[in-house]
Structures are given as structure tokens and as C-alpha cells.
């Protein structure tokens, strides 16, 4: 079988990390008997430097036309926070997001038994594991409600952010969570802030409901600051959390950083329709990129997940997860991985060792 993958390089490190895992998706193929034909999409600041836009015309059909689309990474100071949307690379983030319908946004975030010593919670804590599964709402809430900046009579000026949630954008995250928590280990925590805000008691109640339709799945509401709380007293306790768009982009950045390190951590972000859109969850790191630093397995690691969530094919996304566990418990390390006085190879090497394992 021939699929058809669109590149989206980016900026900073993203270039880098998506070939490595490019590379790995042809040793794949050429072990399972793949091809694959790719597609460059140029999209975020080097977009805006290359024909002054982050999100140029064209950008979601070319994607559209693709099986699958893997993401470096978009952004950088030197693009800072234009006033003009289209200036911004975080705008071509989420109109790709919005386009393509990529509702659910699943980050897993698990701690590699060769790295328990670079999480840097309590060693009991560490020992009794991590595994769980972020689905983050991706295109709904205050992320796309509308924006204002107005003049008050008295209090200067003042800026808003709306923040909405339907029935339906709720009900369908909720199922996919509910699916998924079915294929791990049955349970299912709802985080949300139900004792504030008007959105939350929606949310709520919509997965009450499905609570009863999916009653072998163990379900609890759990508070968001609670929440983070408990991701850093006790994260062995989750197993899949739903949440809505902008808690989960917080959790996710301190559910990664309990793994040892945001350069592990890969994301899928997925609609109803193909393509569905991979991506490590770390930025484009813009201090260390060119200079082979870069971390490649959260890159590596999202093209498992494509194989598995867009192509369903298992055993290759297993064949890319084995390889680099084989690697990390051989003891190599990238930079950000390593302790101090620990040597560390950069992200060609890492590359070309995981493919080796594959
Ligand atoms: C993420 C990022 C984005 C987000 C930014 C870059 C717009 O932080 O994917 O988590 O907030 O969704
Ligand atoms: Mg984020």
C-alpha cells in the first residue's frame, strides 16, 4: 500500500525532527512493505518569511488530498505577537486545526521504564508507574471564541475572550474518550470547573449521560485545579482524562514534563474524516535548532501513532515503540535527556540508532 503523507517541516527545530522521522517511516516501510509518497506544505513563520502569511492559500486542500500529515513545529520569537492574525504562526496552528475538523487531540503521556530516573516526582511515586492518555477538545471553546478589545468609561481599556461549548462538541470528544479508555484500562476522568463556569456544567452533564450508555467504563469528574494537583501527587491513578481545549493544553505541558522530558512526548490530533495530523507535543525550540540537538522521538514516536490511528496498522506503530525503548534502555541519550557529566548524542545519531533497532 501507497499513503500519501503530507510535511509540514516548520520553523526552528521542526525541520530537523521531521526528518529523522521520516526516515524511520521508510524503514518501516521498507521492513512491512509500505511505500510512501510525501508532500511539502509550507506553513507557520517560515510561511510568513517565504509569501507573508502563516497560513497560505491552499494549505488545508494540499493536506486534504494527503492520508496523514506530520508536523515539526511552527513558531518562534522572531515572528513575535503580531497584531495581524495572519502574521502570527500560532494562527496557521489553529486553522489547520479547524479546517481539517481534528476535534480530539490525544497526548499520551507514559513514563519509559528506562527513564523512571528522569521523572522528577518521589521514586514510590515514579515506581508505580505512568500511563495515561490525555483527549484534549481541539477546536472549540475560548481557543475560537470571538475576540474583543474595547474602550471602557472608567477602567481603561479592556479585552475578551469568549468561551462556548455545544452539546454536540462535547458529546463527540466525550465519546471518543469513552472508545478509548474501553481499548486501555477502562477508566475515564472528566476534568473540568463545574463549581465556576456556565461551559463546565454543560460538560458535565453531557458526559453523565455517556457515563451511563459506556457503564463498563470506570468514570469520575475530577476539578481542574484538583486535577493538577493530583497529575504531580499521584499520576499512576489516570487512565484516560478528557478535558476541553485550554485545560488540556495546561495539563498536557505538566503531564509531559512528569515523563522525564517534553522531547518524548508525540500527539494525534484526528476528526471524523482523514487526514488525521501527528506532532510532538514540544515547541520549535528555536536556541537549539540547526545545531543537532534536537530530541526526534516525540516526532518518531507520532509517526507510531499515525501508523496506528490513521493507517491501523499496529505492529508498525509496536515496531517504532520497541526500537526506541530498545535504544533508551541501551543507555543513549539526547541532550535534554541526559544528566549532568552524561554524554549525549544529537538528533542524526538518534535517529539512525532507532532505525537500526526497526
Ligand atoms: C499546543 C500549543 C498550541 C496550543 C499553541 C502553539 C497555539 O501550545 O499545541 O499545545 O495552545 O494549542
Ligand atoms: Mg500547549
Known sequence: MNYKIALIRGDGIGPEVVDEAVKVMLAVGEKFGHSFTFEDVLMGGCAI?????????????????????????????????????????????????????????????????????????????????????????????????????????????????????????????????????????????????????????????????????????????????????????????????????????????EASMITGSIGLLPSASIGDQAPGLYEPIHGSAPDIAGQDKANPIATILSVAMMFRYSFRLAGEAQAIEGAVDAVLTEGWRTADLARPGEAAVGTARMGELIREKI
Open 49 to 253: 518569511d517565504a509569501v507573508g502569511k502563516s497560513y497560505p492559500e491552499g494549505t488545508a486542500e494540499k493536506c486534504r488530498a494527503c492520508d496523514a500529515v506530520l508536523l515539526g513545529a511552527v513558531g518562534g520569537p522572531k515572528w513575535g505577537h503580531s497584531s495581524e492574525a495572519d502574521k502570527r504562526p500560532e494562527t496557521a496552528l489553529l486553522s489547520i486545526r479547524r479546517d481539517l475538523g481534528l476535534y480530539a487531540n490525544l497526548r499520551p503521556a507514559a513514563l519509559r521504564p528506562a527513564l523512571a530516573e528522569a521523572c522528577p516526582l518521589k521514586k514510590e511515586t515514579a515506581e508505580r508507574g505512568i500511563d495515561l492518555m490525555i483527549v484534549r477538545e481541539l477546536t472549540g471553546g475560548i481557543y475560537f471564541g470571538r475576540r474583543e478589545r474595547y474602550q471602557t468609561q472608567d477602567r481603561g481599556e479592556e479585552a475578551a475572550d469568549r468561551m462556548a461549548y455545544s452539546q454536540m462538541e462535547i458529546e463527540r470528544i466525550g465519546r471518543r474518550a469513552f472508545e478509548l479508555a474501553r481499548l486501555r484500562r477502562g477508566k475515564l476522568a472528566s476534568v473540568d470547573k463545574a463549581n465556576v463556569l456556565e461551559t463546565s456544567r454543560l460538560w458535565r452533564s453531557v458526559m453523565h449521560r455517556l457515563a451511563e450508555e459506556y457503564a463498563d467504563v470506570q468514570y469520575e469528574d475530577v476539578l481542574v485545579d484538583n486535577a493538577a494537583m493530583q497529575l504531580v501527587r499521584d499520576p499512576g491513578q489516570f487512565d484516560v482524562v478528557v478535558t476541553e481545549n485550554m485545560f488540556g493544553d495546561i495539563l498536557s505541558d
